[in-house]
């Protein structure tokens, strides 16, 4: 793997790390399984929205809790955080163990948090607690008609050979 692409890895434990990141700093966090274009253009966006852009993983341990299904992930964290990591929109990449990304949010306090606009930010836990530092979480804007889901369903319906 290429040089550049590993200084984008970051551990959740490296405060230093995180903290050089340039500010503001916009966090968002996803398991990122097959990426696509509401992906891309969700990050492409959050990136906009700040100096750096810090993407939360979810582990592969951590995705399987999500209930999307016993074989999901279909790409091993490595696979996602390097494909992450490629994207010139992504300064970093952390992966989180925890079913919420609150711990690695309270280590790196963003100055803004951000989801794609599938999410109901009033009813995300992680919404109060970046505000209890003054940050703001936002929806952005939900491309219709592509998910990681949606995209299995079809290559699983497909007849096979």
Known sequence: MADDLLAKLLRADDAAAIAALPRPLVFSNGVFDILHRGHVACLVAARALGASLLVGLNSDTSARRLGKGPQ??????????????A??????????????????????????????????????AETPLVQSWGGRALALPFIDGYSTTRLVQQIRSQPQP
């Open 72 to 85: 999901r992930p279909l790409n091993r964290e490595l696979d996602r955080t390097c494909v992450l990591a």
């Open 87 to 124: 994207l010139a929109c992504v300064d970093a990449v952390v992966l989180f163990d925890e079913a919420t990304p609150l711990a690695l949010l309270a280590r790196c306090r963003p100055e803004l948090y951000v989801k794609g606009g599938d999410y109901d930010m009033a009813h995300l």
